[in-house]
C-alpha cells in the first residue's frame, strides 16, 4: 500500500521511506535467515535483466560483420576487448570460462546498478496501479541477491583450488601458511593458527564482495529517496511560493547531481566485482 496521509494531508515520511525499502514476498521472514520467502520483485528484475543483457550480445553477435561495423558493434566490440584486457593482465591461468564470466557479472551488475537512477516513484506507482503493495527494481539492493552472486564466485574459487592443487593442496594452504618451519613439532603447533588465520582470509571473499555492492547502491537508493522528500510534502503547495519553488529547484540540481555520481558509483562497483572475480580465481590457480 502506498503511504497514508496525516491529518494536515501530507504523505507519512516514515511510511514513505518504508514502502520504499520493502520488497514485494510472498512472506514475512522469520528470524535472520528464512529460506521460504521469495522477493518477487528481486528475482523477477534479475531474470529481467539477464535476458536483456543476453538479448542485446545475442543481437550483435546476429549482426556482426567484417565490414566496417557500426557504433552498435563497435560498443560491444570494445566492451568485449575492454574486459578481456583486464582478464590477460589479471589472470594468471588458462580457463575459457574466465573471461565469459567477468564480461557476464560486470554487464549484468552494470544493469542491476542501473536501475537505481530512474526515478525512485516510477515503477512503484506503477505496479500501485495494477494492485502490487510493493516493489523495489534495483536487485542489487537485495542481500539475498548479491549474496548469491558472490557465493557463485565463491563456490568456483574453491572448485578450481581443489581442481588445480588437489584436496591435499588446497588444504595445505590453509594449515601450512602464514607460518611455516623446518621443524615438523613447530609446524604443527602453527597448524591451528594457519587454520584460523587462512580461513577468517578465505571466508571473507563472499562476504566483502556482496556487502560492497549492498552498502554502496542501498546507500545511494537511499539518497534518491531524501531527495524525493525534499517535495514530497509540499505537493502542489510547492507552486504557489518562492520556497517551495526553490525546493523544486534545489531537488532537481541534488537529483540531477547525484544521478550522475552514482551512474559512476554503479559502473565503478560493477567493475570491481568483475575485477575482484578474476582475482580470486586467479590465486585459486597460484601455487604455493
Not at 570460462?97 to 546498478?113: E, G, K, M, S
Request: glycine share 6%; charged share 10%; aromatic share 14%.
Amino acid at each position: 500500500m502506498l503511504p497514508s496521509l496525516s491529518a494536515a494531508g501530507t504523505p507519512n515520511l516514515t511510511e514513505y521511506i518504508t514502502h520504499h525499502i520493502t520488497f514485494l514476498t510472498n512472506t514475512q521472514p522469520v528470524g535472520l535467515i528464512d529460506f521460504s520467502v521469495v522477493n518477487f520483485d528481486s528475482v523477477f528484475f534479475s531474470v529481467a535483466l539477464a535476458v536483456v543483457f543476453a538479448g542485446v550480445f545475442f543481437v550483435a553477435a546476429r549482426r556482426a560483420t567484417t565490414g566496417v561495423p557500426g557504433r552498435f558493434q563497435c560498443t560491444i566490440e570494445w566492451l568485449v576487448e575492454l574486459v578481456n584486457g583486464q582478464v590477460r593482465d589479471t589472470f594468471q591461468g588458462t580457463s575459457r570460462l574466465i573471461a565469459p564470466l567477468a564480461l557476464t557479472i560486470f554487464c549484468w551488475v552494470f544493469l542491476f546498478n542501473f536501475m537505481d537512477l530512474l526515478p525512485v516513484d516510477l515503477l512503484p506507482d506503477v505496479a500501485h496501479s495494477v494492485g502490487l503493495a510493493h516493489l523495489k527494481d534495483v536487485p542489487s539492493t537485495d542481500l539475498n541477491i548479491v549474496f548469491g552472486l558472490s557465493l557463485t564466485v565463491f563456490a568456483l574459487i574453491i572448485y578450481y583450488s581443489i581442481r588445480i592443487k588437489g584436496l591435499g593442496g588446497f588444504i595445505a594452504e590453509f594449515t601450512l601458511h602464514p607460518f611455516s618451519s623446518r621443524n615438523l613439532l613447530v609446524q604443527a603447533l602453527f597448524v591451528p593458527v594457519n587454520l584460523l588465520l587462512e580461513s577468517v582470509m578465505f571466508f571473507a571473499r563472499p562476504i566483502s564482495l556482496a556487502l560492497r555492492l549492498y552498502g554502496n547502491l542501498y546507500a545511494g537508493e537511499m539518497v534518491f529517496v531524501l531527495i524525493a522528500l525534499l517535495t514530497l510534502t509540499s505537493g502542489y503547495h510547492a507552486l504557489t511560493s518562492v520556497g517551495g519553488w526553490a525546493l523544486i529547484v534545489l531537488q532537481f540540481v541534488l537529483g540531477l547531481s547525484w544521478t550522475i555520481f552514482d551512474l559512476i558509483i554503479g559502473l565503478l562497483q560493477a567493475f570491481i566485482f568483475m575485477m575482484l572475480t578474476v582475482v580470486y580465481l586467479s590465486q585459486a590457480y597460484e601455487h604455493h
